[in-house]
């Protein structure tokens, strides 16, 4: 047989699914997920155990770190050493667990996330606490196994005399499974183990009056009693952790938001770099220093603010956008019976008072048989005693120790063991206060085993025990709890009033697309010309607006969308700079067109609608408070037909007409209310009937019947016709006349096509944009009053092979 011939197919699969499996199957039982029982991880036990077995105990010296993870790397976890010592400062560090298991000497790290000093610098010992997680440990109490190399033995589970698991929590991420098990109130859940041993069957409901939740060793305030309710339920949930602040009032009438305490596992200094930043980026305006001024008197940070800032507003965004309030995701997953199981917490209490019923069952048999071991070999001494001469005179006639020991058994009847104390009996023991001695400790041992015989022969005496000694535990560590629990979570509301602060600007957005924010001053200080503002060749602005930083843009498109844009977010540029492309700014696709920006300061306004108008004629009305939104994306304005495009959005009061300009020279006028109200998604109603090729190029709204109608064509003829001679008609209609071509081989035309129009009731300044690029503008005043059907006045001089583009109205 060949090499070749003795190798086996196997599939990868397999072989990777096999392999991960055990890899999987190592890491959860093995590294990263707590024992019910204990609530600790592997390492952690290794590391409190090797330290108890090396005498490194709170009554001694403080001894090397180094030694210790030397000891458990030697003798139980082969891993690095690093992940040891990571370990080892964890259980050392006070605002990480509630009550830590290792007494740490030297530098061991800090909320600011320093690192602890490297294990050659640092000393410790266990704390007094981590004793009770190993008392009676030498009893027999839990059970041993071998480890990695055979040398020695490692406790499988430390007997844990009170539920570790809860009180000091855990987090770890393993193959497929996490856990994050928050700390809880030490005297709240030996108070919870107690009245379950009491009343078995309780519900979570009675149980949540005792352990009422989580209880951080940094304090702050827990929202969310729904949450931890779902938590303590099924193992998942969420609550919310918010630090504890106060506003005070300092010299001079201005305030400051104190920080006090500050959510779990957040580290300090991050948090006082976000709030500085958020100062530095001037994304508030209010605040004017943000100092960590955390000592030795504890944890405080403290953020100056303005005179006259909003501190409440201010906080509330601090809250909103810095990890002063984080979410806390509980996932209870330990592991139970070498499975990991998510838990409740009455399953976790359960599994702890079966863990306790055994390691006192178990303690009580070993004591109970040393006890019975004693009282055996005291009643031989007893025995002897009483027949001392005899006993002596056997051991005289003796030839040797075991003769003599083989004598007393066959002579008197004592046992083997009772004989070897005999023989080993100090001549002093034989006065007579030592005889009464024997005769007292005797009757004190056989009291010992009648009360240990009553705990393993009853269940409620066991309990009793239990329950004793945990109460001695709450009695000697318990303290007070650390965090508030909040039954409702607190909705952050932050007011744009906080985050931008108020300014009158302009805001211009260009025929191609450039959009920009200047303020005032760069305004006034560039000459306070309109016409002076910064383009590129050949474009030209489409959209003035003087607006307010505090204020919204709702920018319409052709196609039917809008989007939001708040003032303040528009990039700032002076006014000769010719901004930035509207596409870096919010995502219109290339081909999508604005056909409006209205600004909005608040969408609750009652009584005002947007009308949308397309160019086929459909008109639809929302009311404006459908258009909020917090979304940047482009949303549905209105629903926008196959080849159609809205060419016009209004804002309206509901209570005007509507004038309806078509290409072709067609008007309508028809009240505004004939549109019924309808949603933001609707397509809307026919406002005109349009003849094939004919299409709406503009809408206006009417009120009254003062001022004129100014219509101008593609060639540049223009007039105006009265308001009085458009009588309102119904919606949907075909319309009447407003302007008259002039066709004809020997007749000068006046166009193909209106391009816009407007009605007028004082002077209006236009702008023509013509194909050719040039521009020219010209008054309304220039323009003649006719007849509505009528052929107007060429009122810009439009070369033969050029037409008028556009139409601007210069405000």
């Known amino acids: ?107 061991w790290g800090s909320i600011d996330d320093d690192p602890a000093a490297a294990m050659r610098y640092t000393e410790a010992r266990l704390s007094e606490i981590a004793m009770e997680l190993l008392r009676d440990i030498e009893k027999r109490t839990v059970q041993f196994k071998d480890n990695f190399d055979n040398s020695t033995k490692e406790p499988v589970v430390l007997p844990a005399r009170y539920p570790n698991l ?65 938590a303590f339920r099924t193992g998942k949930g969420r609550i919310y952790l918010r630090a504890r602040t106060e506003i ?41 220093v943000v100092r960590d001024e955390s000592g030795r008197n504890g944890l405080r940070i403290v953020v100056e603010l303005k005179k006259d800032a909003d501190a409440q507003g201010i906080l509330a965004y601090l809250f909103k956008k810095t990890d002063l309030q984080v979410t806390y995701n509980f996932n209870m997953v330990a592991i139970v019976n070498k499975t990991p199981k998510q838990m ?134 318990g303290v007070d709890r650390r965090s508030d629990i909040q039954d409702e979570v607190e909705e952050l509301k932050v007011n744009l009033e906080v985050m931008v602060a108020a300014e009158d600007v302009f805001v211009t957005l260009s025929s191609e697309g450039y959009i920009k924010r200047t303020s005032k001053l760069s305004f006034t200080r560039s000459g306070g010309e309109l016409e002076k503002t910064g383009l590129k060749e050949g474009d030209y602005v489409r959209y003035l607006l003087e607006v307010n930083t505090l204020e919204n843009l709702l920018i319409f498109t052709q196609k039917g969308q809008y989007y939001l844009l708040p003032v303040h977010q528009v990039p700032e540029y002076k006014w000769k700079e010719n901004g930035t492309a509207i596409v870096n700014v919010i995502p219109i696709p290339k081909d999508d067109k604005i056909v409006n920006v209205i600004p909005i300061r608040t969408f609750e306004e009652q009584g005002k609608s947007l009308v949308f108008v397309t160019k086929k004629g459909q008109v639809k009305r929302t009311d404006l408070k459908e258009y909020m939104t917090n979304r940047s994306i482009g949303i549905v304005a209105c629903k926008v037909g196959e080849n159609d495009a809205v060419i016009d959005v209004k804002l309206s009061t509901n209570d005007q007409d509507i004038m309806l300009v078509t290409k072709q020279g067609m008007a309508i006028r028809f009240r505004e209310d004939e549109v019924n109200p309808m949603g933001r998604a609707a397509a809307g109603v026919r406002g005109i009937q349009l003849k094939e090729d004919d299409e709406v190029i503009s809408a206006e709204w009417i009120q009254g019947e003062e001022g004129e109608l100014l219509v101008v064509s593609d060639l540049g003829y223009a007039k105006r016709s009265l308001i009085l001679d458009y009588p309102v008609q119904g919606r949907g209609g075909k319309g009447i006349f407003t302007f008259e071509f002039k066709d004809g081989k020997r007749v000068k035309p006046n166009g193909a096509a209106l391009v816009k129009a407007y009605t007028v009731k004082e002077e209006l300044l236009l702008t023509a944009v013509l194909q050719s690029g040039e521009r020219m503008s010209f008054s309304s005043e220039k323009t003649p009053i006719e007849q509505r059907k009528s052929t107007g006045r060429q009122v810009i001089a439009v070369a033969k092979t050029d037409l008028i583009a556009d139409l601007l109205k210069i405000d």
């Open 344 to 477: 409740g917490v009455l399953e976790i209490l359960r599994a702890y008072i079966d863990h306790q019923k055994e390691v006192i069952t178990f303690r009580s048999r070993y004591e109970l048989e040393k006890a019975e071991d004693r009282a055996h070999v005291l009643e031989g001494l007893a025995k002897a005693l009483n027949i001392l001469d005899e006993v002596i005179a056997a051991i005289k006639a003796s030839k040797n120790r075991q003769d003599a020991q083989n004598n007393l058994v066959a002579q008197f009847g004592f046992t083997e063991r009772q004989a070897d104390a005999i023989l080993t009996l100090q001549l002093y023991r034989l006065t007579n206060l030592e005889i009464h001695s024997i005769e007292k400790e005797l009757k004190e041992v056989q009291k010992t085993i009648a009360y240990l015989r009553g705990i393993l022969g009853s269940e409620k005496k066991l309990m009793n025990v239990i329950k004793e000694e945990m109460t001695g535990i709450r009695t000697k560590f």
């Open 166 to 230: 809860l009180v000091n929590g855990v987090s770890g991420i393993s193959s497929g499974f996490a856990t994050e098990i928050p700390p809880h109130n030490l005297r709240e859940v030996i108070d919870a183990c107690v009245a379950l041993m009491d009343r078995p069957s309780m519900e979570l409901d009675e149980l949540m009056q005792i352990l009422k939740g989580p209880d951080f060793p940094t304090g702050g305030i827990i929202m969310g009693s729904e949450g931890i309710k779902e």
């Open 1 to 107: 047989m060949t090499i070749l011939e003795s190798f086996l197919p196997a599939y990868l699969e397999e072989v990777v699914g096999d392999r991960f499996g055990r890899y999987s199957k190592y890491i959860i039982q093995d590294r990263a997920i707590p024992d019910v029982r204990d609530g600790l991880k592997p390492v952690q036990r290794r590391i409190l155990y090797a330290m108890y077995d090396a005498g490194n105990t709170p009554d001694k010296s403080y001894r090397k770190s180094a030694k210790t993870v030397g000891d458990v790397m030697g003798n139980y976890h082969p891993h690095g050493d690093a992940s040891i010592y990571e370990g080892m400062v964890r259980m050392a560090q006070p605002w990480k667990m509630g009550h830590p298991l290792i007494d740490g000497h030297g530098n």
């Open 248 to 288: 005070e009032t300092v010299r001079g009438g201005a305030q400051q938001i104190v920080v006090t305490e500050i959510p779990y596992q957040v580290v300090k200094s991050r948090l006082v770099t976000s709030m500085e930043n958020i100062r530095l980026e001037k994304k508030i305006d209010g605040i004017s």
